[in-house]
């Protein structure tokens, strides 16, 4: 982790370059900075400014996310758990191509491609993906989303009240 820090910020200073702090340490441009959110726990987060200071690097090049190893080690791999984009569609095109990840180290963060509907049955929910034969893209079709929009282009497409959105919560 410390080295993919310093590979970003020497690249990063090739194109927009440095000055020197009071400190003598190399400082990015101020609209020039570096977010670390991977893998940051509390040891790697003192190995990462450790390995910037023997760089001569500022700490201020740099901010840290805060992901789930900063608390209690739940995480969106041990939960299984992640919100990605599966598909996406040109602007010219009435079609959309699907998107995904199919990691070879690790099957198990393989995530679902194309079109997608949240369905519920029998109160539990099911993803279900938009089909490639027409029994499935009827079924796709038919099926009500769970999901609901709620912002496009910066626009409010729906209003939930605060006291709606509690009681929803209150019997999931």
């Excluded at 996310?65 to 569609?89: E, N, P, V, Y």
């Excluded at 049955?121 to 009827?138: H, L, V």
């Excluded at 009500?144 to 729906?158: A, P, Y």
Aim: some cysteine.
């Amino acid at each position: 982790l410390p080295d993919t820090v310093l590979t970003v910020l020497e690249k990063l200073e090739c194109k927009f370059g440095s000055t020197l702090t009071p400190t003598r340490h190399k400082l990015l441009p101020d609209c020039i900075r570096v977010l670390q959110g991977d893998g940051i726990d509390f040891r790697s987060l003192e190995d990462i400014l450790e390995a910037m200071k023997d760089k001569g690097w500022a700490a201020d090049n740099l901010a840290f996310g805060s992901g789930g190893a900063l608390l209690q080690k739940l995480h969106r791999d041990t939960l299984k758990c992640a919100f990605k984009c599966s598909a996406i569609r040109p602007r010219e095109s009435p079609d959309y191509v699907e998107i995904f990840k199919d990691p070879i180290t690790d099957p198990g963060k393989k995530s679902k491609k194309g079109r997608l509907k949240l369905q519920k049955i029998d109160g539990y929910f099911e993803t279900i993906s938009e089909g490639s034969t027409r029994e499935e893209q009827n079924r796709f079709d038919s099926v009500e989303d769970e999901l609901k929009e709620v912002f496009r282009d910066g626009i409010l497409m729906t209003d939930f009240l605060f006291e709606d959105i509690r009681g929803r919560a209150e019997t999931a």
